[in-house]
Structures are given as C-alpha cells and as structure tokens.
C-alpha cells in the first residue's frame, strides 16, 4: 500500500500542505515551536491535526527511526549528583516529607502484587508465580506460610531495551526482574494511597490537568525530557536522606531496585552501573517522578511568595487546589510561579522539554490533550486522531484504525476517512460492517465498524436496554464461552479467536453478527 495516498487525502481535507515523509519532523518541530512560544502564531486545530498524524505511525516511507540506548548508557555514565542550593534542597526536601507521608513494610507487602508487563525471566501470566521468590522481609510479610518457592539469590540487573515512541524515535525501557517488579509495584501503590490524603489521585489526574488548561490561557504546561531517568541516585539521597524526613521510603525503594543494567544489544551482557534510581519499567517510577515533580511545584510556590520558614503540609494541600497539577512529568502551572519552577527543576537536573512545554504561543498541550486559545476562543480536543498501528496486520491494529477513520470521518474529514478505509482496512481486512455516521449509533466498544453516509442504516431499537444498536464484529474468548453481543451489538453464535500454535500469539478471526 502507498501510504502517500493517504498524505494527499489528508492535505486535501485540512487545505495544509504537508511534506514529504523524510522532512516531517522538522516541519513538525517548527510548527509547534511557533505555536507554543510565539503570541502573534495563527495555529489552527486543522494544521495540528496535520502535523501530528503521521507522528505515531511506525515504519513511514524515507524515515530512519532512531534508538536512544546510546543516549541513555551515555547518561548513566555522565550522570552526576545534582548541586544544589541549600535552600532549594532544604524545600523540596521538606515538601516531598508532606507528600510521601509514612512508609509500612506490612501495607506495601499487601500490594504487592506481579504485572502485565515483561520481567527479564521472560515468563507471562500465571506463570510468574513459579519464580523463586527473594528471601526478603518484604516477601515474608506477604507470604508468611512459605507457600511460595524461595531463593537466597536477590536480582540487581535489570535488561535495556526499547519500545516505539514517535515514527522517529524509541523509548528505553529498563525491564525488571519478576520479583523486584512485584515489589517495586507494591511500593508503588503505597505511595499512591499516600497521595490520597493530600487530595490527589493519581488515576483520575490526568484530567484535573486537562480542565485546567481549559480554564485559562494563563495556566502553562511544562514537559520534561527523559525525566526518569533524571531522578538519579544522588537526587534521592539528598531528598530522602535528611534529618526529619523518614529513611524507611529509601531504604525500601533501594531494596527493590536494580543497582546495574544489561544492554541487551551486546550478545556479551556487559553490565554498567544504573545511577537512575528508577528508569522506566521500574514499578514505582512513575509515582515517584510524580511526587519529585509536586515537591519542585511546592517550593517554587515558596520561593516566589518570599516565605523563608519551613514548608508546613496545609501549603503542601492548597498548592495543587488551583495552582498546579502534576500528572508525571506533565506539569500545569499558573504562569506566575513558572519562572521559578524552572529553576527548581533545573536545579533537580532535569531538563525541560521546549518542543511541548507552553510559552507566550496559543498552544497548550498535556496528557494527550490540546487546547488552541484563538482571540480568547478555547478549541479543545481530546486526543488527535494518529494513525498508530498503520498498516501492522496485528489483531490490535483492526479495532485501532476502525476507530480513526470513525474519528476521521466525524471531524468532516472524509477524504482522509475514505483513503484509510480503501488503502488499509478493506485490502488488508475485506469487507467491514458499514453504518451511518450518526453518534447515537456507534460507541466506542463497537470495534469493527467503519461510516459510509451511503451506508443503508441497519440500526434498531432495543427496548430493554432503550439503546439504539447495529450489526458488527465481535470476539470470542478462546478459554471460556462469553457472550461479547451485549457490549457490541446483537448476534447468535459467532467465530472468536484461534491460538497461533507457531508463535503462540492470537489470531483474528471474525464473523459478520446477524440479526437476533
């Protein structure tokens, strides 16, 4: 399939004129450094969604994708303990004491728990239950009868590798080993509840970030670049490792953390130092980086106010209520405090991300959300339509571009509909459930279903559940007998899917649902 078709539909519905796949990214990084850094910019939501579609799809035509593990082992070895202020450290130090609150062993040992993830063994599922569990105190507190296989042998490396990012970059990843994960993931879910009794949760955060910039131009994002791996060793200790802060948080985290790391490049498995004290793919990382990230917010809050006692915890409360939210590393401020939380975060040795961090331009950006202030307009959206799984004839790719050419089609981009429909769904797929374009007829557990406004409209009524419901596609579990029609559509018996006996992983297969 040639993708350029695809690029000529979507120039010809957003009347933007996009060049050619090798020159997209720095088209990309020119446009929304102007839209975020330059006030008089004249961005409109048609060019974002322009110049950030093509910026998820993997593998495009003329573009070399890539890798960071040269920079990441570059930063290991360069990374060096933060210098910093004595006040600022004396600051931040003291707020994240607020925000962390109490370590137990015993509430983490309940918690604790293994993940979808990979882990270095290699093992999925129920599977990683079989694997000799440390002998540590926090694995007797959570297995106190021994009924687990034990080990004397404690894991300290931790295996490099990547996972796709943009079309022309990778993450790294740092994948952990069985048991470490677990525990990391217990500490993890500990400092989460801790979070609750300053008012913050974590899994709903995200949008406290994205109504904020809804509220005013006034309030700015801040992104950080690799901003976990920025949380070096030597930051930790100079936070945590301080008279009237608790050293229990340390002393756990440093249990379950990995002192070195493999690249899995090199068939030798050299191993280096790990002075990140939790990369990504660490279970506790993106708590942790959350909670650094509050404690800079808090002090920069101090700072500009011209306090110069201690950081009492009411301010602590009353600092996220209207002035800031931190979700990760995606950061909103009022602009007042951001001068000085940049230099706070400078000061921790991060680095700030300029290509999605929000200046004088009309452009805000934060967990997947964008807000466009036209002459004091607001245009949001919710996540751009991105084509992702590109033509990846992977089971997870059919509901994904089922539900952009959706997306693409209610945003009156039919040229751009069409072309995904025609070049990638019906040459790679066959025929597909057609409907009309109307909202009330498609929700977004209906996965394989494309709109047509030439489509005949096989909707109906379903009085017992006063929904309105059409024909679609559905799957199978393949270990027990669940009917999916109740969530999709209507249907009698229907094919699901089959194991893949040579790679072990799921086949799709798919059957046209019929009337009931």
Same mark, same amino acid.
């Given at each position: 399939?040639?993708?350029?078709?695809?690029?000529?539909?979507?120039?010809?519905? +957003?009347?933007?004129?996009?060049?050619?796949?090798?020159?997209?990214?720095?088209?990309?990084?020119?446009?929304?450094?102007?839209?975020?850094?330059?006030?008089?910019?004249?961005?409109?939501?048609?060019?974002?969604?322009?110049?950030?579609?093509?910026?998820?799809?993997?593998?495009?035509?003329?573009?070399?994708?890539?890798?960071?593990?040269?920079?990441?082992?570059?930063?290991?070895?360069?990374?060096?303990?933060?210098?910093?202020?004595?006040?600022?450290?004396?600051?931040?130090?003291?707020?994240?004491?607020?925000?962390?609150?109490?370590?137990?062993?015993?509430?983490?040992?309940? %918690?604790?728990?293994?993940?979808?993830?990979?882990?270095?063994?290699?093992?999925?599922?129920?599977?990683?239950?079989?694997?000799?569990?440390?002998?540590?105190?926090?694995?007797?507190?959570?297995?106190? %009868?021994?009924?687990?296989?034990?080990?004397?042998?404690?894991?300290?490396?931790?295996?490099?590798?990547?996972?796709?990012?943009?079309?022309?970059?990778?993450?790294?990843?740092?994948?952990?080993?069985?048991?470490?994960?677990?525990?990391?993931?217990?500490?993890?879910?500990?400092?989460?509840?801790?979070?609750?009794?300053?008012?913050?949760?974590?899994?709903?955060?995200?949008?406290?970030?994205?109504?904020?910039?809804? $509220?005013?131009?006034?309030?700015?994002?801040?992104?950080?670049?690799?901003?976990?791996?920025?949380?070096?060793?030597?930051?930790?200790?100079?936070?945590?490792?301080?008279?009237?802060?608790?050293?229990?948080?340390?002393?756990?985290?440093?249990?379950?953390?990995?002192?070195?790391?493999?690249?899995?490049?090199?068939?030798?498995?050299?191993?280096?130092?790990?002075?990140?004290?939790?990369?990504?793919?660490?279970?506790?990382?993106?708590?942790?980086?959350?909670?650094?990230?509050?404690?800079?917010? $808090?002090?920069?809050?101090?700072?500009?106010?011209?306090?110069?006692?201690?950081?009492?915890?009411?301010?602590?409360?009353?600092?996220?209520?209207?002035?800031?939210?931190?979700?990760?590393?995606?950061?909103?401020?009022?602009?007042?405090?951001?001068?000085?939380?940049?230099?706070?975060?400078?000061?921790?040795?991060?680095?700030?991300?300029?290509?999605?961090?929000?200046?004088?331009?009309?452009?805000?950006? +934060?967990?997947?959300?964008?807000?466009?202030?036209?002459?004091?307009?607001?245009?949001?959206?919710?996540?751009?339509?991105?084509?992702?799984?590109?033509?990846?004839?992977?089971?997870?790719?059919?509901?994904?571009?089922?539900?952009?050419?959706?997306?693409?089609?209610?945003?009156?981009?039919?040229?751009?509909?069409?072309?995904?429909?025609?070049?990638?769904?019906?040459?790679?797929?066959?025929?597909?459930?057609?409907? +009309?374009?109307?909202?009330?007829?498609?929700?977004?557990?209906?996965?394989?279903?494309?709109?047509?406004?030439?489509?005949?409209?096989?909707?109906?009524?379903?009085?017992?559940?006063?929904?309105?419901?059409?024909?679609?596609?559905?799957?199978?579990?393949?270990?027990?007998?669940?009917?999916?029609?109740?969530?999709?559509?209507?249907?009698?018996?229907?094919?699901?899917?089959?194991?893949?006996?040579?790679?072990?992983?799921?086949?799709?297969? %798919?059957?046209?649902?019929?009337?009931?």
């Amino acid at each position: 399939m040639d993708c350029s078709d695809i690029k000529s539909a979507l120039r010809r519905d +957003t009347l933007v004129d996009i060049p050619d796949f090798p020159n997209i990214r720095e088209w990309r990084s020119e446009w929304m450094s102007n839209a975020f850094h330059t006030e008089s910019s004249t961005a409109s939501m048609s060019e974002l969604i322009a110049c950030e579609f093509f910026a998820k799809a993997p593998v495009l035509p003329g573009v070399n994708t890539t890798t960071s593990i040269d920079q990441f082992v570059d930063f290991q070895r360069g990374a060096e303990r933060a210098c910093l202020r004595e006040d600022v450290l004396r600051y931040v130090a003291e707020s994240l004491h607020h925000i962390m609150g109490r370590y137990s062993e015993v509430e983490a040992s309940v %918690l604790m728990r293994h993940g979808p993830g990979s882990i270095a063994e290699g093992h999925t599922g129920h599977d990683k239950w079989l694997v000799p569990a440390p002998d540590l105190p926090i694995v007797n507190s959570f297995d106190p %009868l021994c009924r687990l296989p034990r080990s004397s042998y404690v894991p300290r490396t931790s295996l490099v590798s990547v996972v796709p990012k943009t079309s022309w970059t990778d993450r790294v990843i740092c994948i952990e080993h069985c048991w470490n994960q677990a525990i990391q993931q217990g500490i993890g879910r500990l400092l989460s509840r801790r979070l609750l009794a300053i008012g913050i949760d974590l899994s709903t955060r995200w949008r406290r970030n994205q109504e904020l910039i809804m $509220v005013s131009p006034e309030y700015a994002t801040i992104d950080l670049s690799a901003a976990s791996d920025s949380i070096t060793t030597g930051l930790c200790n100079d936070l945590m490792d301080v008279p009237g802060n608790h050293v229990d948080w340390l002393q756990a985290m440093f249990c379950a953390r990995s002192d070195f790391y493999s690249d899995t490049r090199k068939p030798t498995g050299q191993l280096a130092q790990l002075r990140s004290f939790a990369s990504m793919g660490n279970g506790f990382c993106f708590v942790l980086l959350s909670c650094v990230c509050m404690a800079a917010c $808090v002090a920069a809050r101090h700072i500009a106010n011209g306090s110069r006692g201690p950081v009492l915890r009411s301010e602590v409360v009353s600092s996220f209520k209207t002035d800031f939210s931190v979700f990760g590393d995606d950061i909103v401020s009022d602009s007042k405090y951001v001068p000085h939380l940049r230099y706070v975060l400078q000061s921790l040795g991060f680095s700030l991300n300029t290509e999605k961090s929000s200046g004088c331009g009309p452009l805000r950006e +934060t967990c997947g959300a964008y807000a466009l202030w036209s002459r004091s307009r607001l245009i949001f959206r919710r996540g751009l339509p991105r084509l992702r799984s590109n033509w990846d004839p992977a089971i997870d790719s059919l509901p994904s571009l089922c539900s952009l050419q959706r997306t693409l089609y209610r945003l009156h981009y039919h040229h751009t509909a069409s072309a995904i429909r025609g070049c990638i769904l019906d040459s790679r797929y066959g025929h597909l459930v057609v409907s +009309t374009p109307r909202s009330e007829d498609i929700h977004e557990t209906d996965a394989f279903v494309v709109l047509d406004s030439s489509a005949r409209d096989s909707s109906r009524w379903n009085k017992r559940l006063s929904r309105r419901e059409i024909p679609c596609y559905s799957l199978r579990s393949v270990t027990r007998d669940a009917w999916l029609a109740d969530h999709v559509g209507w249907g009698a018996s229907i094919r699901g899917v089959n194991p893949d006996e040579s790679t072990g992983k799921m086949r799709l297969a %798919l059957s046209s649902l019929g009337l009931g």
